[in-house]
């Protein structure tokens, strides 16, 4: 599993509220991932760390904000939940150190926004 | 921009039975990678099958092995002697070969596969 735990798994939340979620790595990966999965859509990339403070968005950042204070977090921040962000959120890491390249997946979190 | 097709939204197979799961993608690169990744109904994302474009081979994974066609850009999934755990949707992804820090993938909409006892 790549060591990566998400928090909150379930979340129910009204419109106009500002919700935080949290990825949590313990194998010191540089790159850091949020996707969000939709029916018709498979995933698709929000925001993305590169470093501790080094971020950049992905094709559906609007309405998102993330932070990286320290290599084991990457924060995902929804300043004023709407319906269209109900989804179910997925966190991933870019795994160098065996030479595959490949993106792993944290368990992902469901988010309803009410 | 690169496109990821699965034309199957569901498909159904017979435990023991072999099933091919189809991917078509678009690109005007010719480095690149392609995943299979399969999601149970626990939701968790699993990587069962990569594949580099610069290599001829098909790759394979224990009974998951896949036909990669340059050329005609497609990259399907063979499972072999399909196993009631096999059950679950099943995405194709892309990731651009080239450098730099995005590593996106791009997916597919994903094949819901039924394994039928």
């Known amino acids: 599993d790549a060591g990566i735990t998400q928090s909150p798994r379930h979340k129910v939340t009204e419109t106009g509220t500002p919700v935080t979620l949290r990825c949590h790595q313990t194998?010191?990966?540089?790159?850091m991932y949020w996707y969000r999965q939709d029916p018709g859509h498979g995933l698709r990339l929000i925001h993305y760390?590169?470093?501790?403070?080094?971020?950049d968005k992905g094709e559906v950042s609007d309405g998102y904000s993330v932070s990286r204070s320290k290599t084991e977090d990457f924060l995902l921040t929804l300043e004023s939940a709407t319906s269209s962000q109900t989804s179910v959120y997925f966190c991933?890491?870019?795994?160098?150190?065996?030479?595959?390249?490949?993106?792993?997946f944290g368990p992902g979190t469901r988010l309803t926004v009410l | 921009a690169q496109t990821v097709t699965q034309s199957q939204p569901e498909m159904s197979v017979q435990e023991a039975e072999t099933v091919t799961l189809s991917c078509t993608y678009d690109?005007?690169?010719?480095?690149?990678?392609l995943f299979w990744y399969k999601q149970p109904p626990s939701r968790q994302m699993i990587l069962v099958i990569r594949?580099?474009?610069?290599?001829?081979q098909n790759a394979t994974e224990n009974r998951f092995s896949v036909n990669f066609q340059k050329a005609a850009k497609s990259f399907s999934l063979k499972i072999s002697d399909s196993q009631l755990g096999d059950a679950a949707m099943y995405f194709c992804?892309?990731?651009?070969?080239?450098?730099?820090?995005?590593?996106?993938?791009?997916f597919g909409t994903g094949t819901l596969l039924a394994v039928q006892p």
């Open positions: 991933a890491i870019r795994e160098l150190a065996t030479g595959a390249d490949t993106q792993y």
């Open positions: 194998e010191n990966h540089r790159y």
């Open positions: 760390s590169y470093g501790v403070k080094d971020t």
């Open positions: 690109t005007s690169e010719s480095d690149y990678y």
């Open positions: 594949q580099e474009a610069y290599k001829q």
């Open positions: 992804a892309y990731r651009s070969g080239k450098g730099g820090a995005t590593n996106k993938l791009i």
